[in-house]
């Protein structure tokens, strides 16, 4: 259970293509969609499951949920999406019971994971990242104004940011602003994946000297995964992050990635922690990433956890 897009973002990615992925494998499975469907049946579907598997964010959510289901004997798997204490203590709290009475916990990066060990002995390291199982096309207006505005340019630099979002001390999570400052100046054009149309808004109407010609937001759905086919460069420049499913998805193909050390990244991005150290060099991409078959992974956890 979960939600879907929209809104686009590394947590409903994650869920939507592993829901295509079950399909093709023929697993039988219900999905509670907690926006669309609602509390009472997601409370329903938990009575008469023998497993669950939560793909939630709000931490009293995921904490009465699995509360919900050890209470009504159903097997309950969490997936963490987001790096451990980035809420308040509260919100913190109650994550920590949720790991502690799951089933399963499954977190997203090396440093989560060891702070769930401490909660969960049975908690595991799995990555967020399932390729698309369709060909996904990137809008033809989107291609030819990327082809327009690079034309001239060294290289064309891309990230995202599904909301505008910010931390506990009210500091913007994504660092798009920042890095819209970074690039004045720069032979580079930064192309802005902004699904929900939230951040150009913001921007536009906080920081509207900010824009420039070699800034391109792209305020609508689009297909990111096939956005990265046109980059050279993805860099991922947050204050927090679970196991970014855009990293893994620039390094599958073969884009040069760039991010915050904020977390554990996985081998081949390149680290920072202030933006004025990235150096974009185009001989240093990085074209080995192999990525572990998730799904797979999945499916024979959800096996093993009915079996027992």
């Known amino acids: 259970m979960g939600t879907l897009p929209p809104p686009i973002g590394g947590v409903t990615i994650h869920t939507s293509r592993l829901l295509k992925h079950l399909a093709s494998l023929g697993v039988n499975f219900d999905f509670v969609d907690i926006k669309r469907d609602g509390v009472a049946i997601l409370f329903k579907k938990i009575l008469n499951s023998k497993i669950v598997h939560l793909h939630l964010s709000n931490p009293f959510f995921i904490f009465l949920m699995v509360t919900f289901s050890r209470l009504t004997m159903t097997r309950v798997i969490v997936t963490i999406h987001g790096n451990l204490g980035r809420f308040n203590k509260a919100y913190n709290l109650f994550m920590a019971l949720a790991i502690r009475l799951a089933t399963l916990p499954l977190l997203l ?46 290289s064309v630099v891309v990230t995202n940011a599904a909301a505008v979002s910010f931390d506990i001390n009210g500091n913007e999570i994504y660092g798009i602003t920042d890095l819209m400052r970074w690039v004045k100046g720069k032979n580079y054009l930064l192309v802005i994946s902004d699904p929900s149309g939230m951040y150009s808004k913001w921007v536009e109407g906080k920081f509207p000297e900010l824009f420039a010609k070699n800034i391109y937001f792209i305020s609508y759905q689009h297909s990111f995964y096939s956005l990265l086919q046109y980059a050279d460069y993805f860099i991922r420049n947050t204050l927090t992050d679970g196991d970014s499913a855009s990293i893994h998805e620039a390094l599958s193909s073969s884009v040069n990635v760039w991010a915050t050390n904020k977390v554990s990244r996985p081998k081949g991005v390149h680290l920072y922690s202030n933006l004025s150290e990235i150096k974009l060099k185009k001989d240093d991409m990085y074209r080995n990433y192999v990525y572990n078959d998730v799904v797979k992974a999945l499916t024979s956890l959800y096996s093993s956890i009915g079996n027992q």
Do not use: T, V
């Open 109 to 154: 990066n090396e440093s989560s994971y060891q702070i769930a060990l401490s909660l969960n002995k049975k908690s595991l390291l799995l990555s967020s990242f399932i390729p698309p199982l369709d060909d996904e096309e990137l809008d033809k207006d989107i291609a030819l104004e990327i082809n327009r505005l690079s034309l001239d340019l060294d």
